[in-house]
């Protein structure tokens, strides 16, 4: 039966309108994917204002929002040595629109040191690492020791006479002392306090022997002569303060590689193409030279490209290494 031109011109539109709708669609998920973000992005310090992880983060935010094309807002959740804030960052939707500038401490030492923590560096997608610097080991201005071989002398000599101080229980400083003195097969007593300053203050007044810090907050103290550098807990030298030689250019202690960092990170599950739109965005970012002069300030080595391709390996070998270190140790 012949067609009529009418159902012969239906029938063209119909396959005409099927063939945009298809289009249509085929087209819709790359802009939807382009599109992200298209509204702020917050990022998570899960410490009080005013540290050195909510610096680092303010450093990154504004640039940050520039590369993304949308607000990136610094929020602070303090509480339990991080351990809060980066646990309401697991809980979060995996969209991208909520991030954590985390630390090596909040998310791979906490859930090993803290048994109320009940997340894993697992629980998060990473995105990208920003920068890294050895631990300071300092002693009080009068101190009969100048170098970490010295000191283990002392130790030694009186065991458990010497006092070594920390940011708190199961923080990195006392996995670091811990560990040292394993090494060295020595004793010293553990003084825990509440945060950095309160330890700082006792270790200008004598009341502790040793502490263990950031070079930022112990290298305006060392350059006054008002304590004793003793050394770096990083594999060699740190780039941040060369002229402190590493531990293990010690006799007696070797292989100790102690590193703090941060990184961004978002929770686990994020889409791949929003992961790899993020880590872009921030290694350009790290590439600022304005950034870069604030995060060498800060004492980081700046995270290169290639550091942000192995970072779920480098989250995996950071967590072993940590358990390890732990072990054994009675974080009371």
């Not at 509204?39 to 310090?45: A, Y």
Request: charged residues 20%; aromatic residues 6%.
């Amino acid at each position: 039966m012949p067609i009529s031109v009418k159902t012969r011109q239906r029938r063209l539109l119909l396959c005409a309108t099927a063939s945009a709708a298809a289009w249509a669609m085929g087209m819709a998920a790359p802009a939807q994917a382009e599109s992200f973000p298209s509204s702020r992005v917050t990022l998570t310090v899960a410490f009080p204002a005013g540290g050195t992880n909510d610096a680092v983060a303010r450093y990154l935010a504004e640039p940050l929002a520039k590369k993304l094309g949308q607000p990136v807002v610094v929020e602070n959740v303090g509480g339990a040595a991080g351990a809060i804030g980066a646990a309401q960052v697991t809980r979060a939707a995996a969209d991208g629109y909520t991030l954590l500038l985390g630390s090596v401490n909040e998310t791979v030492l906490a859930p090993i040191t803290n048994p109320a923590v009940r997340y894993s560096y697992k629980d998060f997608t990473p995105i990208a690492k920003v920068g890294s610097t050895a631990f300071v080991i300092v002693g009080r201005k009068d101190l009969p020791a100048g170098n970490i071989d010295e000191v283990l002398a002392l130790a030694r000599k009186k065991p458990d006479s010497l006092t070594f101080g920390s940011t708190g229980v199961g923080s990195y400083q006392q996995v670091v002392m811990e560990s040292i003195q394993r090494i060295a097969g020595v004793s010293m007593v553990h003084v825990p306090y509440r945060g950095g300053g309160p330890m700082l203050t006792d270790l200008l007044g004598g009341q502790i022997d040793l502490a263990v810090s950031l070079p930022t907050t112990m290298l305006p103290q060392i350059n006054r002569q008002t304590v004793k550098a003793i050394g770096v807990t990083g594999q060699k030298r740190d780039p941040a303060a060369p002229e402190l030689p590493s531990v293990n250019e010690s006799r007696d202690i070797k292989g100790v590689d102690f590193v703090f960092w941060f990184g961004v990170f978002a929770p686990k599950g994020l889409d791949e193409d929003r992961r790899a739109r993020l880590q872009a965005a921030v290694t350009d970012v790290l590439d600022d030279p304005t950034v870069r002069k604030q995060l060498q300030a800060a004492g980081l080595a700046v995270a290169t490209p290639a550091e942000q391709t192995s970072l779920p390996a480098f989250l995996a070998e950071e967590d072993a290494k940590l358990r390890a270190a732990a072990s054994g140790i009675k974080f009371q």
